[in-house]
C-alpha cells in the first residue's frame, strides 16, 4: 500500500511525462538562471530612442559579461525590477516596461508606480507564466517621460527552442 506521499511523488513523475516533458517538468541548472541589467552603461536601444538594453549578464559574484541569447534556445523573463531617479513623472504614476525589438516584436510587459515629489519611483513585476523571448531580439528598458537616472534587472531562465 504506498503512503499519501508516494502518490503524490508518482504523480509528480507522471503528469510531467503525460504533458510531454513541458517546462512545468524542466529542472533548471544554475547555469541556466539570467539576470540581465539596463543602465547608463549599456547601449541604447537598436534604431530608437528607448533607453538601454538589457545586454549584460549580472553575474553571481556581481561581475558582468556580454549577453545574447544563444541559437536554439530562448530566454523566458520571469520578474522585472527596476528604479527611475529624476522622473518628469513627479508626484505621479511613472510607466516602465521592458521593449521587445526584433521581427514582429513590441512590448512584453509593463509595470508601475507613484514617484514621490524628486521624480524617484521603484518597482517589481512578477511574470508568472513568463515572457519567451528568441535569439537575436534586442530587449529594452522603456519608460514614460523623462529622467535623470535609470536601472533595471530582469530575471529568468535560457531553454532550449525547438
Not at 515629489?117 to 523571448?133: C, E, K, L, M, Y
Not at 528598458?141 to 535560457?158: K, M, R
Amino acid at each position: 500500500m504506498k503512503t499519501p506521499l508516494l502518490r503524490s511523488l508518482s504523480l509528480l513523475i507522471l503528469v510531467p511525462s503525460l504533458l510531454g516533458g513541458s517546462a512545468l517538468a524542466q529542472t533548471l541548472k544554475p547555469s541556466q538562471l539570467v539576470t540581465l541589467i539596463a543602465d547608463d552603461s549599456t547601449p541604447v536601444c537598436p534604431n530608437t530612442s528607448v533607453p538601454h538594453t538589457f545586454s549584460d549578464r549580472l553575474l553571481p559574484d556581481g561581475s558582468r559579461k556580454p549577453f545574447k541569447i544563444p541559437a536554439g534556445q530562448a530566454f523566458v523573463i520571469t520578474s522585472f525590477d527596476w528604479v527611475i531617479e529624476g522622473s518628469s513623472q513627479a508626484n505621479g504614476n511613472v510607466w516602465t516596461g521592458v521593449t521587445l525589438i526584433g521581427a514582429g516584436k513590441n512590448n512584453a510587459l509593463y509595470s508601475s508606480a507613484a514617484a514621490d515629489s524628486i521624480g524617484r519611483a521603484s518597482g517589481h513585476t512578477d511574470v508568472p507564466n513568463g515572457v519567451v523571448v528568441f535569439p537575436n531580439t534586442a530587449m529594452c528598458l522603456d519608460y514614460v517621460g523623462g529622467a535623470t537616472d535609470s536601472f533595471a534587472t530582469i530575471h529568468g531562465y535560457l531553454t532550449i527552442y525547438q
